[in-house]
């Protein structure tokens, strides 16, 4: 970010201000709490609509001007006035026209220009707003929501919702002036003509609202399809080996077909309807024009209207033609607005469960010691099956505990209790004697770090990556860190070594590199408590020897917990836990356990020495 | 580790400075969205696509352009009423009649015209849009691995849906630029017609647009391309907050990266009101032109008139023209832009589509027999990718039916490669892949494909059902067949633990269950399969020992009455086969079974007695001595 960012960040006064805006209005409706937003920000919006009025007037005014110039010359040819101040007349009419239509331009500029301002400006709020709740919300949230939901929310829908102020209220105020103040004109004028002029109206209007609503449904089911579209796509070619190995090819045109002929049948069922509905209202707007030239032809004839009158009729029906057209989609701009709206205030209103207590204050950490005193937890979208059950146990600095036990037994739910990515249902968890969630949430999260079991690469370079955690680390940290991780050689490989842009575009790494780099991560941290949450899988043992080796000293200063299913991975610790059922049920040092012959001596037996009888029946198999 | 100076950490400095390796979204490297406005080349392949429609095009076309001449005609029919119905002196009393009547002429054909011409271009459209991309996923299917391999699969679907898009805008596009084309010349020739001189004052407003035009649009286009540059930017730093939150918070970055946020969004917002500023700044232009041709037409044509030099009607009929010319100025601009994104989408749908097939069936190809015997054997193959650096050097063997054999050796040595030369996912560079009996070049890819069922390492799930992917080799597999394979792999347990057993949907690439189940699935699969010949990527990365277990005595109901190719890491696995072929470097060094090897005290012997659990986990220090050891001798 260059300077010119910050510069501009003094300008924009406090974001968060912004963000605490956007969760006014609670339990209002959807479609007041977006227009209380668009009040944030009065002069715009007096701008917008001050402007569409002035605009939508001096529109109404062009056709009068038209007809009086027509009626001029008419008076003029019939002898009515002298030619020379015919021509007066003329151009003083022709001089107000140009000054009307100049003035018409400026502020239809102003009114589009402003109203699209308070959209950008509203877009602008919701989007930190967005962000930072997504940012804030507890992990259980983020476990049962779809992050493709999520990215819908904070893109479509907000596109929804910023749109409203420009697309529908600026709209109304347009169209209620236009079909408003111009029927007053025409019927005030001849009640007939104006009658037959405007009765286009209606049908338009109705016709264009019901188009709009149905294209709106046609094209979300649309969407839907597409999707699956994508995604048998994406499969495909993402999974291409696994095609050809069953020489799928086919099979897969097949698939390919049918989702596209499902989309293609919906994408024609669309056009066909926007086609009626636009041939529709665009024959409806002419027949009704056939009429005024019928009607007023006569009333000309019989001397009732002049040509003039009839001229401006015509003038103020092309003028009205596209406003009224577009009412749909200012219905559909209502109907999107309030269905956008309610999902993202929906989400800006959730509570965050996982955050500050009130009277929170930051952990004062001397012997960072941890304790599980009597620890219950279920997930809470499963508070009926306790994934953990009375888990007790204490580690200190230096100390290195070991977390074992079969798929499902609760090992990774301790190490996300630690930090609190979740809460314990019951019992509690204390650093040095107080309970965390009493601490503030940032002072715990500096002083326990985890190495989590699928690590995210943010796209950026392997430098970034690695002081994710500590963005200010000078360059020797990073790659000392990398080097206790073993991904130091590795990096110096990569084309532009510690500069090389990793993640989703850029250079892919393999499970173990992504495990070994979150390893530096973790390292760069210093925390109190450091947690493995079986993040050595994916790297072979020998390696893990080596990083192992190489945190010794590390290690030393704080508590060290490891979740593995490889033993090697935690024969050496202090303490070993076996979890099974979210109990502990064996625990002590590795030699202890072996000793002890129970189900530790088991899963040891079975990693380090391949069954024998296993390998019989294999043999036997051939 | 030592401790040095601690730095608040995370935090934006108080002057405002941010930390210098904080970074939110990444920076989108945008492919080129305009080419050439027109490039012959690439129209010239694109109406391939569009010839199947001519008939459709042809009609489209004609019904525009009637469209456009009723659109002409309606002032003409309303200057007729006006001049002979309705002026001051002798009005024509059927003269409003016929006007009338022709006026409700017009419009049902225009009615007719616009209807036709709208759906018939909409649908064609719609469906060149699906041809093309038809095409391309078709071509896909068949082009060689090597293509796949090193290209993105976010970039072939940006082929796929942005670019084919981008295409089906231009083709409706450019039916309607044909309409207001004509309307354009269609309007000034009518304005001339009826009047030369006062056509001639009026139509001067029409290069003043196009200049100022001429002028904005790289401006505006600029503006525009930044607003949308920093939208998708904002857009990927929310969706990376999304996938990366949990990292995020376990390292309290949330502070920092709202700033960071907040930077990326303010300047979406300085962008979009600049672009808003360019779109806007037309209007008073395009009013004003039309206010100086109104004026125009008032004072000279007015004058005419009350000189008796020019009929009312006349006047009437240039005022609708004015407000209808600039319509087809301001579109055809704007059509100029869909036609050069169309060229550079165009140029990129044609690469791919260009993209060579290497592996094809011959002409008189055969079908490989379900009664073939099972064997493979190699005969003198030598491969590379690149041809000068080749990964196989001749190399020869032969699996026997019914035989397991064991691929041994170290990372590079040409495993992965021999085995899919088995299913030709490449073709050879010298000697031939036997099947059977038949080399796999004679042999037709389905019926080989048929016969050779492959368990690749990172076992991919598609998105359906459990019950839908391991029947996905044979669409046709009972309920029955999946149970019972599923069964024989030791995976119908945990199905049935599953929410909804067999009906269970899969997530995306299988998210929802650990790699070990996904590998029990794989392995159902190509049972459900029953190929002659099974080839299996062995997985190397840790699975709990529970879940190995089961994996291991899957493989050998897998094997039974198979010939097997199994690249192997294991050791139990490698002790099993009935026979061990060790690759280094590309060459076969040694073969025989596990004792007969270890008698020989070779590079396998060697590796052997490391003690490893697998050959994976020995390190590469111990691995280099034990493979010089063997130069040695």
């Known amino acids: ?622 | 580790m030592s401790e040095e100076l601690e730095t608040e950490r995370n935090d934006v400095r108080e002057d405002g400075r941010r930390p210098p390796r904080a970074v939110v979204g990444s920076h989108r490297i945008e492919e080129e969205m305009f080419g050439k406005a027109f490039d012959g080349r690439v129209v010239r392949r694109i109406w391939a696509f569009v010839s199947p429609y001519k008939m459709q095009v042809a009609v489209s076309v004609a019904a525009v352009l009637v469209f456009t001449g009723t659109q002409l005609v309606i002032p003409l029919i309303i200057r007729y009423a006006i001049d002979n119905g309705m002026v001051v002196g002798s009005p024509d009393p059927s003269a409003l009649g016929w006007a009338v009547a022709a006026f409700a002429l017009v419009i049902l054909i225009n009615y007719g015209a616009s209807f036709v011409q709208a759906s018939v271009v909409g649908k064609v459209a719609e469906n060149m849009l699906f041809d093309i991309r038809r095409a391309m996923f078709g071509h896909l299917q068949k082009v060689s691995l090597s293509f796949m391999d090193k290209t993105e699969v976010g970039r072939l679907m940006s082929r796929l849906q942005g670019d084919v898009n981008s295409m089906q805008e231009f083709l409706e596009t450019s039916v309607l630029s044909v309409g207001d084309i004509v309307l354009l010349f269609g309007i000034v020739g009518v304005m001339l017609w009826l009047d030369f001189r006062l056509g001639l004052l009026t139509l001067s407003v029409l290069p003043v647009l196009f200049i100022v035009r001429i002028f904005w649009l790289p401006l505006a286009r600029k503006a525009f391309m930044a607003a949308h540059v920093t939208n998708s930017v904002t857009n990927g730093a929310l969706a990376e907050a999304i996938h990366g939150v949990r990292a995020v918070q376990s390292m309290d970055r949330q502070q920092v990266n709202f700033t960071l946020y907040d930077d990326k969004a303010h300047a979406n917002l300085r962008t979009h009101l600049t672009a808003s500023r360019y779109a806007q700044v037309m209007v008073p232009i395009v009013d004003s032109l039309t206010g100086l041709a109104m004026a125009v037409v008032i004072v000279v044509g007015g004058s005419m008139v009350v000189n008796a030099t020019l009929d009312v009607g006349v006047m009437v009929a240039f005022l609708f023209y004015i407000q209808r010319f600039f319509d087809p100025i301001r579109s055809l601009t704007m059509q100029y832009s869909v036609m050069q994104r169309a060229m550079a989408s165009g140029q990129r749908l044609i690469e791919v589509l260009d993209v060579e097939i290497d592996v094809k069936d011959k002409p008189d190809a055969i079908a490989l027999s379900p009664q073939m015997d099972g064997s493979v054997e190699f005969r003198g193959v030598s491969f590379g990718y690149n041809p000068k650096h080749p990964v196989l050097k001749d190399v020869s063997f032969r699996v026997n039916p019914g035989e397991t054999v064991a691929l041994v050796g170290p990372t590079g040595s040409g495993k992965s490669s021999a085995m899919a030369l088995i299913h030709r996912f490449y073709d050879v560079q010298q000697g031939e892949v036997r099947v059977g009996g038949y080399d796999v070049r004679d042999l037709t890819q389905e019926s080989l494909g048929r016969q050779v069922a492959m368990v690749l390492q990172e076992p991919f799930l598609f998105t359906g059902s459990v019950f839908e992917n391991i029947r996905y080799h044979k669409a046709d597999a009972t309920r029955e067949e999946v149970i019972e394979a599923a069964k024989a792999v030791g995976a119908h347990d945990f199905i049935m633990s599953l929410s909804d057993g067999y009906e269970t949907g899969i997530e995306e690439r299988g998210g929802n269950l650990s790699l070990g189940q996904r590998q029990l699935l794989s392995f159902a699969r190509a049972l459900v399969a029953d190929a002659k010949i099974l080839v299996l990527d062995e997985a190397t990365a840790n699975i709990d020992s529970y879940t190995e277990m089961l994996i291991q005595k899957a493989l050998v109901t897998l094997l039974q009455g198979r010939t097997g190719l199994v690249i192997a890491h294991r050791l139990a696995t490698i002790r099993g086969a009935d026979r061990i072929i060790v690759l280094q470097n590309g060459q076969l060094i040694e073969t025989g079974n596990h004792d007969q090897l270890m008698a020989e005290g070779g590079l396998y012997s060697r590796l052997y007695n490391l003690n490893y659990a697998s050959f994976d986990d020995i390190p590469d220090a111990e691995l280099e001595a034990a493979v010089e050891g063997g130069s040695q001798t």
């Not at chain 1, 805006?21 to 609670?26: E, I, K, L, Q």
């Open chain 1, 1 to 622: 970010m260059s300077s010119d960012a910050i510069g501009s960040a003094g300008k924009r006064g406090n974001s968060f201000a912004h963000v605490e805006a956007a969760g006014w209005g609670r339990g209002l409706s959807t479609l007041l709490r977006i227009t209380r937003m668009t009040l944030r920000h009065p002069w715009q919006v007096t701008f917008a609509i001050g402007s569409t009025i002035i605009a939508a007037g001096l529109q109404l005014a062009i056709p009068q001007l038209l007809g009086r110039a027509v009626d001029e010359t008419q008076i003029a040819f019939a002898g009515g006035t002298a030619g020379a101040a015919a021509e007066d007349t003329l151009w003083t009419l022709a001089l107000v026209l140009l000054a009307v239509a100049i003035l018409r331009g400026l502020f239809t500029m102003s009114q589009n220009y402003y109203s699209e301002s308070v959209g950008h400006h509203i877009g602008y709020e919701l989007r930190l707003a967005c962000y930072e709740k997504i940012q804030r919300l507890s992990f259980s949230f983020h476990d049962q929501m779809h992050s493709g939901d999520l990215i819908t929310i904070g893109m479509l829908d907000l596109e929804g919702v910023r749109m409203f102020f420009s697309t529908a209220l600026v709209r109304v105020v347009l169209l209620s002036i236009l079909i408003g103040v111009g029927a007053y004109l025409l019927i005030s004028t001849d009640v007939v003509l104006g009658l037959v002029a405007l009765s286009f109206v209606p049908f338009v209007a109705w016709r264009s609202s019901v188009t709009q609503l149905r294209l709106r449904a046609t094209w979300l089911d649309l969407q839907e399809r597409l999707s699956v579209l994508t995604r048998v796509m994406e499969e495909n070619l993402g999974g291409i080996r696994v095609v050809r190995a069953f020489a799928a090819q086919a099979h897969e045109m097949l698939k390919f077909d049918k989702a596209s002929k499902n989309a293609l049948s919906l994408a024609h069922e669309r056009v066909g309807i926007r086609v009626r509905n636009t041939s529709a209202m665009t024959f409806s707007f002419f027949i009704a024009m056939g009429l005024v030239l019928w009607v007023g032809g006569n009333k000309v004839m019989a001397g009732e209207i002049s040509v003039g009158t009839l001229a401006s009729f015509l003038t103020f029906m092309t003028i009205l033609q596209m406003p009224v057209r577009q009412l749909g989609m200012m219905v559909n701009s209502f109907a999107r607005a309030s269905t956008c709206g309610s999902r993202l205030f929906g989400l800006l209103d959730l509570d965050v469960a996982i955050k500050d207590a009130p009277d929170a204050r930051p952990l004062d950490i001397n012997e960072g010691t941890l304790r599980f005193e009597n620890v219950d937890f279920a997930y809470p979208s499963q508070e009926s099956r306790p994934v953990l059950r009375g888990v007790s146990f204490e580690g200190r600095r230096g100390e290195t505990i070991g977390i074992v036990g079969p798929p499902g037994s609760g090992k990774s739910t301790i190490a996300h209790l630690i930090p609190r990515f979740y809460d314990v249902t019951g019992g509690r968890i204390t650093l040095d004697g107080q309970d965390i969630r009493k601490a503030t949430l940032a002072s715990l999260r500096k002083a326990v770090a985890v190495v989590q079991q699928d690590s995210f690469l943010f796209t950026t370079t392997i430098e970034n990556n690695i002081a994710y955690g500590d963005p200010w680390a000078k360059e020797r940290r990073i790659e000392r860190a990398a080097e206790s991780a073993q991904l130091h050689n590795y990096v110096l490989g990569l084309p532009a070594a510690y500069g090389t842009v990793v993640g989703e575009r850029g250079v892919s790494l393999s499970g173990g590199q992504r495990q070994r780099l979150s390893i530096a991560r973790a390292l760069m941290l210093r925390p109190a408590v450091m947690v493995f949450d079986d993040s050595t899988a994916a790297i072979d043992a020998a390696t893990e020897q080596r990083i192992r080796a190489s945190m010794k000293k590390y290690a030393e200063d704080r508590l060290t917990i490891i979740v593995a299913h490889r033993l090697s991975s935690l024969m050496h610790a202090d303490q070993i836990l076996f979890l099974e059922h979210g109990e502990i049920v064996e625990r002590g040092t590795h030699e202890e356990l072996l000793a002890r012959g129970g189900r530790y001596k088991a899963l040891y037996d079975l990693q380090v020495r391949p069954g024998d009888e296993m390998l019989g029946e294999f043999g036997a198999a051939q």
